[in-house]
């Protein structure tokens, strides 16, 4: 029984890939006199992956699509990383091939010579010397690099994302030169085609990812307050994982990766069709994909989901919205349903220059929509905002590292609604919201003048202390944030 016989038995039996080659070529490379056709794959030095014709299909389907991707090669099910012709599926393999042309590009045709897809470099680049001949290489990272015969990168598959983030793979997040990278969903599972959820920075702040349902804000990240993110340590992979931002050339992007190279080429980030970014490592005893973090897990970590001035608080066994100090729900009786998109008034209004203080909550993921202001201390940050009644929070930051944009300082000003904030169990930063200082639930941890950097107008000498049950657990952070 031959191989396709075999991949259409499984197919029958359960929802995993049915990949079509018939066997597969050791060589990591496509020559100019090489095509690759349907029967044929190539595969990275290492082993690790394979690129060639497939098709997800599931034994449902009346028809089958086919495609030119990359997965990872021992992993069963479930291993596509990049794919070609995501709108432009073949029906039969056997009629088509990928090959280099004279003008150096990657082209997918069909028998027929109708294009499927093709590399876009230029006419100009691609008629130099240095843009001749050459060759396209499956790396061992999962790049598929098309070179010049002088060696020059000419076009990568990492420049080109699909749905999946590979360790050491850079995703770009500004716009400056060249267009933003996002990861695009698959339709579902057994289509490839674009779907509704993408992965990226916000358009004109590459300080926050989104997730996207189509146009629509989906699932917002917390704000970076550092270049370089370094998450827990995994006891199932004996490691950590880190997200970074880096400058290249005009543009800034993000990546991830691991401490241990031993277990970072099964490890990725995709963004699933179901609208979750997940952060997945394959489990070879259990023989599946196993999540190490996806998001959003809860309603309440939706994008908006509490209604402005409301909060999602993390830190509870049930997961759900509150009010933030100083605020009560716009309608009780929704709230106690559950429903929360109207969110919180204040219960006192503002009387600006005459005794509003500042509220530290700690632990916070700091609202949407906020004001960016560069090159400022912490006296400074405090100053922009207290100086303007129309200031509702401000939040700050001292990047640590090299400098991306030419500041290491991180100065955030909100001027209106407080929109998607959430409070997070162990990790946030400090959010000081506007609040008015007669309602008795800001307080003060002015003891002396040495101690206080910062001294609401309301908190007298003798340091009155009014605690509300948040202000409660945030106290000690409170001062520590008064210290620093």
Known sequence: MDSLCIHTIISLVCWSFCLLPFFASSDSRLLPSKPLSGGTTIISDDGTFALGFFSPSSSSSSTKHHYIGIWYKNIPKDNVVWVANRAMPIA???????????????????????????TNISTTSSSSPEATGGEATLE????????????????????????????????????????????????????????????????????????????????????????????????SIKSTLYFTLQR??????????????????????????????????????????????????????????????????NTQPIVTCKCLDGFEP??????????????????????????DGFLNLSTMKVPDKFLYVKNRSFNECIAECTSNCSCTAYAYANMSTKAINGDETRCLLWMGDLIDTEKLSGEGENLYIRVNGLIGIVYCLCFSAS?????????????????????????????????N
């Not at 910062?454 to 202390?465: A, D, Q």
Request: aromatic share 12%; proline share 6%.
């Open 92 to 118: 039969d393999p056997s009629s088509a091939t990928l090959a280099l042309t004279r003008g150096s590009n990657l082209a997918l045709s069909d028998t027929n010579g109708h294009l499927l897809w093709m």
């Open 451 to 483: 101690l206080c950097r910062y001294t609401p107008p309301f908190c007298g000498s003798s340091g009155v202390l009014i605690i509300s049950p948040l202000v409660l657990s945030t106290m000690s952070e409170y001062k520590q944030g008064l210290e």
């Open 248 to 313: 290249i050339d005009d543009e800034v992007y993000i990546s991830f990766g691991l401490p241990v190279p031993t277990v970072s080429s099964s490890v990725l980030v995709k963004m699933d069709y179901s609208g979750k970014v997940r952060i997945m490592i394959w489990n070879s005893n259990m023989s599946k994909w196993t999540d190490l973090q996806s998001e959003p897990n809860q309603e309440c970590n939706k994008f908006g989901y509490c209604g402005p001035f409301g909060y999602c608080d």
């Open 330 to 355: 716009n309608n009780k009786q929704d709230w106690t349903t559950r429903r929360f998109s109207q969110g919180c008034h204040r219960m006192e209004a503002l009387r600006c220059g005459q005794g």
């Open 140 to 235: 061992n990272s999962g790049n598929f690099i098309l070179r010049s015969s002088q060696g020059i990168i000419l076009w990568q598959s990492f420049d080109y994302p699909t749905d999946t983030l590979l360790p050491g793979m850079n995703l770009r997040i500004t716009h400056k030169t060249h267009a933003l990278q996002r990861l695009i969903s698959w339709r579902n599972p057994q289509d490839p085609s674009p779907g509704n959820f993408s992965y990226g920075a916000e358009p004109d702040e590459f300080l926050q990812r989104f997730i996207w349902n189509g146009s629509r804000p989906y699932r917002r990240s917390p704000v970076w307050n550092n270049y370089l993110v370094v998450g827990q340590y995994i006891e």
